[in-house]
C-alpha cells in the first residue's frame, strides 16, 4: 500500500515537470488588411434597349413604324431606356445624342426624371423632315447619357447601331418654294383703349414649290418687335406643295406710332428651296394722333373719407369727371388717379372697373380704392392726381391735380 501511494506522487510530479519544460504552443494569425472593392449592388443602370424609327408620308395622319423612308418623309426616332438596376437613378439633365449618320443631334431627356428600378420611359426626337436627307442607305449610332453624368453600374448598355434605308422620292421632284400670300392687320376696338392701339396681325405663307418644305414650326414666320405670338411648335412641321399656313401675331402701339413691320419665312434657313427672294414681306402702322376735338378732360371732382362699420376700414372715396368734349374709353384694371404727398405716409390708388367704361362728356366716375384700418383725427391735406400716367390722351392736363383738406371725424362719412 505505501508502495503504491509513492508511485502515484512520483507520476504526479513527473507530469508537473514534463508541462512547465514543454509549454504549449498558441499561434495568432495575423489580420490580412480588407481590400476595397466597388460596390455596385446598390446602384441604378440605364439601358438603352430599342430605338425605333418613326416615320410620316403625305397622306398619314400620324408617326408610325415599319414604314418606307423616302426623301419626302419626315422621321423621329425614339427611345426606350429602362433602369434594370437596383437604385433609383436621376435622369435631370441626361443627354441622348444620335452620331454617324446624316445628321447629328441630341437632346436633354424631357420626360420623367426619376425612374426606379425595373421603370421604363420613352422620348422622342425629330430627325430630319422633307427633303433634308439624300436617297441612300445610313447607319447611326444612338448614344444614351452622352455627357455622362451618371453614376450607374454599367456603361457597357447604353449605345444602339441603327441603319436606315432612304430610297428617292416616288410622288415629287423640284424643290419647295415658301413665299408669302398674304399679311394683314386690323384694330381690335373691343381691347383698345386711351393711348393704346392693340392690332391684330395675320400672316400666310404658302409652299409654291413642287416638293414639300420640312421646318421647326416656329421659324415659318417670324415678325419685328413689338409683335408677339401665342402659335409655338417646337417640332418640325411639312408643309405640302401648295398648302398654305396662317400665324397670327398681336401687339400694341401708342397713338402717332409710325412703323414698318417685317415678316420673315423660315429665317434660320433651314429650307432649301428654288428661290429665297420670295421670303419676307411687310406691312406699314401708321396710327395719328387724336385730334382735340374728339379728347375728353378728366378732372377730380370730389374726394371724401367713407368709414364701412361692417368691417371697420376707412377708404379714400374719389370721384372724377370727364369736363371735355369727347368721349373717353377707360381700360379695365388700370389705376387712373393717385395721392401725391400724402400725410402720415399713406397713399392710395383707384382703378378703373373690371370691364371697359364708355366715359362720356359730363359723367362722374367712382373708380375702385384700397382701405385702410386705422386714420387717427385730425386735418388732412390732400393732392390727387388723374391720369397720372398719361393713358388718357385730353384736351388739357394742367388741371389733373386737385387739393383737398378733410377733417377726421368731421367730413367722415359712415356707412
Not at 449592388?41 to 414604314?67: H, T
Not at 398654305?244 to 402717332?256: D, E, L, R, W
Request: glycine share 6%; charged share 20%.
Amino acid at each position: 500500500m505505501k508502495k503504491q501511494i509513492i508511485f502515484i506522487s512520483a507520476l504526479i510530479l513527473y507530469s508537473v515537470i514534463v508541462y512547465c519544460q514543454v509549454k504549449p504552443s498558441i499561434k495568432i494569425k495575423k489580420t490580412e488588411p480588407v481590400k476595397s472593392i466597388q460596390n455596385t449592388q446598390f446602384k441604378g443602370d440605364m439601358e438603352l434597349s430599342k430605338v425605333e424609327i418613326l416615320v410620316l408620308n403625305p397622306g398619314d395622319k400620324a408617326y408610325s413604324a415599319n414604314q418606307p423612308i423616302y426623301t419626302h418623309s419626315s422621321v423621329r426616332l425614339c427611345i426606350y431606356y429602362k433602369n434594370i438596376g437596383t437604385a433609383l437613378i436621376n435622369l435631370a439633365k441626361v443627354q441622348w445624342n444620335i452620331l454617324d449618320g446624316p445628321f447629328n443631334k441630341g437632346r436633354t431627356l424631357s420626360q420623367k426624371k426619376i425612374l426606379a428600378p425595373g421603370e421604363e420611359d420613352t422620348d422622342v426626337l425629330n430627325y430630319f423632315g422633307a427633303g433634308e436627307v439624300k436617297a441612300g442607305d445610313y447607319n447611326i449610332r444612338v448614344c444614351f447619357d452622352y455627357n455622362k453624368i451618371l453614376d450607374e453600374a454599367s456603361t457597357q448598355n447604353n449605345t444602339i447601331t441603327q441603319n436606315f434605308k432612304v430610297i428617292e422620292s416616288n410622288k415629287f421632284t423640284g424643290l419647295p418654294d415658301l413665299k408669302f400670300v398674304a399679311v394683314t392687320s386690323k384694330l381690335d376696338t373691343a381691347t383698345s383703349c386711351g393711348n393704346t392701339n392693340n392690332y391684330i396681325f395675320d400672316a400666310t405663307v404658302i409652299n409654291a414649290g413642287n416638293f414639300p418644305a420640312s421646318i421647326l414650326g416656329n421659324y415659318l414666320i417670324t415678325a419685328d418687335a413689338p409683335l408677339t405670338t401665342d402659335y409655338n411648335e417646337g417640332y418640325n412641321i411639312t408643309l405640302m406643295p401648295q398648302q398654305t399656313k396662317t400665324i397670327q401675331f398681336k401687339a400694341s402701339f401708342q397713338n402717332g406710332t409710325k412703323q414698318t413691320i417685317k415678316f420673315i419665312s423660315d429665317k434660320s434657313n433651314q429650307v432649301k428651296e428654288s428661290d429665297k427672294t420670295n421670303n419676307t414681306a411687310t406691312i406699314d402702322i401708321n396710327i395719328p394722333h387724336v385730334s382735340n376735338d374728339v379728347k375728353g378732360d378728366l378732372i377730380v371732382d370730389e374726394a371724401h373719407f367713407e368709414f364701412t362699420k361692417s368691417n371697420q376700414l376707412y377708404w379714400l372715396v374719389v370721384k372724377i369727371k370727364n369736363v371735355g368734349i369727347g368721349t373717353i374709353k377707360l381700360c379695365q384694371n388700370t389705376p387712373i388717379w393717385t395721392t401725391v404727398d400724402a400725410p402720415n405716409g399713406f397713399s392710395w390708388t383707384g382703378t378703373t372697373a373690371n370691364k371697359y367704361v364708355f366715359f362720356k362728356p359730363g359723367d362722374i366716375y367712382e373708380p375702385s380704392t384700397t382701405a385702410v384700418h386705422q386714420i387717427s383725427n385730425g386735418i388732412y391735406k390732400f393732392k390727387i392726381k388723374v391720369n397720372y400716367n398719361s393713358l388718357y390722351p385730353e384736351t388739357n392736363e394742367n388741371n389733373n391735380i386737385s387739393e383737398f383738406t378733410i377733417r377726421i371725424p368731421e367730413d367722415l362719412v359712415i356707412k
